[in-house]
């Protein structure tokens, strides 16, 4: 039987980043995943997420972004590869928009200058759009494109023959953790979960806390090519009102802007990925590019789907859901990630640090706002 220091079950973004934090320590690891980089399964497959460095979701992910982004810098320039695209933030909704306040709250506190433009104002900067004259509007600066799957091959890379290639199940023990995949057995001293929306299939009593969502996305052929590129064309994020928030990209592909509703989808089981997104399900971005970023709208030309892993609110340090959970499970020498509630693969290499300390270091804590103890199940 093969032994290690600790396994690590999903490679996504959470788990690929764990497994290169262990590496980096010199820690004894191995990564376990029978889905290869760039294939079109996981949460963290396709070519590009949002980085944003203020985050309306919650003010403490600001320094969780900056974390991030020193690493998101430091794996560009060791690997002379782009990484980070950057790319402003314009975020608008209506009048009042909690979203829009709560971003700028965040800047403020970080003593940047008020980031809130008329919307004229960014009509005129932004000439792809044409936001109603009352909406209230921020233009953020620490925003990029987040290119995901260079990412993936990158961490691929750097685990090398660490990776091995196969679904694995697991047995936790009072000493460590067995694992067995079709064709050998291990035992890790301790094992990382990042299954990703697979996580509360593999720890049932997790399930609960997990909603599993099927994500929309779409490509649009762009009525005026020349406003949606790179520098011209902003990564945007729309409040139209209750549930109904879409975001999108600049062209940086040459493909079309990519845009999604960032609205749940129907709960599904981790393994419906099909069928393909269909108009019907992109018809708020359709309707939204072309009432407000005319620039941007056209037919559909590609189309996604992906899965969110949301958390339910929690009860005891209250939250509003669609959080994280990294912490250690009870009782076990398990540790858990979720899957980052559909705003996560930013902080990545952050969230692979905090895996990786769970991992090796005992007295180590994740941050409260982490932990499964906000939770009365857990506490
Ligand atoms: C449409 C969409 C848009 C998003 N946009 C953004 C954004 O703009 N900005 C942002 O910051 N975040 C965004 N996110 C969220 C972000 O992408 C996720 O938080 C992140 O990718 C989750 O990564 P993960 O590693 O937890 O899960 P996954 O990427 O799903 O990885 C889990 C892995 O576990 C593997 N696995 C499953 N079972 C087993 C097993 N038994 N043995 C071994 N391996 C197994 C799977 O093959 C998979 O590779 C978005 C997500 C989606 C779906």
């Given at each position: 039987?093969?032994?290690?220091?600790?396994?690590?079950?999903?490679?996504?973004?959470?788990?690929?980043?764990?497994?290169?934090?262990?590496?980096?320590?010199?820690?004894?690891?191995?990564?376990?995943?029978?889905?290869?980089?760039?294939?079109?399964?996981?949460?963290?497959?396709?070519?590009?997420?949002?980085?944003?460095?203020?985050?309306?979701?919650?003010?403490?992910?600001?320094?969780?972004?900056?974390?991030?982004?020193?690493?998101?810098?430091?794996?560009?320039?060791?690997?002379?590869?782009?990484?980070?695209?950057?790319?402003?933030?314009?975020?608008?909704?209506?009048?009042?928009?909690?979203?829009?306040?709560?971003?700028?709250?965040?800047?403020?506190?970080?003593?940047?200058?008020?980031?809130?433009?008329?919307?004229?104002?960014?009509?005129?900067?932004?000439?792809?759009?044409?936001?109603?004259?009352?909406?209230?509007?921020?233009?953020?600066?620490?925003?990029?494109?987040?290119?995901?799957?260079?990412?993936?091959?990158?961490?691929?890379?750097?685990?090398?023959?660490?990776?091995?290639?196969?679904?694995?199940?697991?047995?936790?023990?009072?000493?460590?953790?067995?694992?067995?995949?079709?064709?050998?057995?291990?035992?890790?001293?301790?094992a990382i979960l990042a299954l990703g929306p697979w996580l509360g299939r593999a720890l049932p009593p997790l399930a609960a806390l997990l909603n599993v969502t099927r994500q929309p996305v779409g490509w649009f052929a762009p009525g005026s090519p020349e406003t949606v590129v790179p520098r011209r064309f902003p990564i945007f994020i729309l409040d139209?009102?209750?549930?109904?928030?879409?975001?999108?990209?600049?062209?940086?592909?040459?493909?079309?802007?990519?845009?999604?509703?960032?609205?749940?989808?129907?709960?599904?089981?981790?393994?419906?990925?099909?069928?393909?997104?269909?108009?019907?399900?992109?018809?708020?971005?359709?309707?939204?590019?072309?009432?407000?970023?005319?620039?941007?709208?056209?037919?559909?030309?590609?189309?996604?789907?992906?899965?969110?892993?949301?958390?339910?609110?929690?009860?005891?340090?209250?939250?509003?859901?669609?959080?994280?959970?990294?912490?250690?499970?009870?009782?076990?020498?398990?540790?858990?990630?979720?899957?980052?509630?559909?705003?996560?693969?930013?902080?990545?290499?952050?969230?692979?640090?905090?895996?990786?300390?769970?991992?090796?270091?005992?007295?180590?804590?994740?941050?409260?706002?982490?932990?499964?103890?906000?939770?009365?199940?857990?506490?």
């Open positions: 039987m093969r032994k290690c220091e600790v396994a690590v079950l999903g490679l996504g973004l959470m788990g690929g980043a764990a497994l290169s934090a262990l590496l980096d320590a010199g820690v004894d690891a191995l990564g376990f995943d029978p889905v290869a980089a760039g294939s079109d399964r996981g949460s963290s497959h396709g070519s590009c997420r949002i980085f944003r460095r203020f985050n309306f979701e919650n003010p403490n992910y600001t320094s969780l972004s900056d974390e991030a982004h020193a690493d998101w810098i430091r794996l560009q320039s060791e690997s002379g590869q782009t990484v980070l695209t950057e790319t402003p933030i314009l975020e608008a909704g209506r009048p009042g928009s909690a979203m829009v306040a709560s971003s700028r709250a965040a800047a403020i506190a970080k003593g940047r200058a008020d980031p809130m433009v008329t919307a004229p104002v960014a009509n005129k900067e932004f000439p792809a759009f044409s936001l109603p004259d009352d909406w209230d509007v921020v233009v953020q600066d620490g925003g990029a494109i987040l290119h995901t799957a260079t990412v993936m091959r990158l961490m691929r890379a750097r685990a090398g023959a660490r990776v091995i290639p196969e679904r694995a199940s697991f047995m936790p023990h009072h000493d460590g953790v067995s694992i067995r995949t079709d064709s050998e057995e291990f035992f890790a001293e301790r139209r009102g209750p549930d109904d928030m879409v975001y999108g990209f600049p062209d940086f592909e040459q493909r079309g802007v990519k845009a999604a509703p960032h609205n749940h989808g129907p709960v599904v089981g981790p393994d419906d990925w099909g069928p393909p997104a269909s108009d019907a399900e992109l018809r708020s971005v359709s309707d939204a590019l072309a009432a407000l970023v005319p620039g941007a709208a056209g037919p559909i030309v590609d189309r996604d789907v992906c899965l969110y892993t949301n958390t339910a609110p929690a009860d005891i340090r209250r939250d509003a859901g669609e959080e994280f959970i990294i912490d250690r499970w009870p009782e076990s020498r398990l540790i858990v990630c979720s899957a980052c509630s559909g705003h996560g693969a930013k902080f990545a290499p952050a969230i692979g640090q905090r895996l990786a300390r769970l991992a090796t270091d005992p007295s180590y804590q994740a941050e409260p706002f982490f932990q499964l103890s906000r939770y009365s199940e857990f506490a």
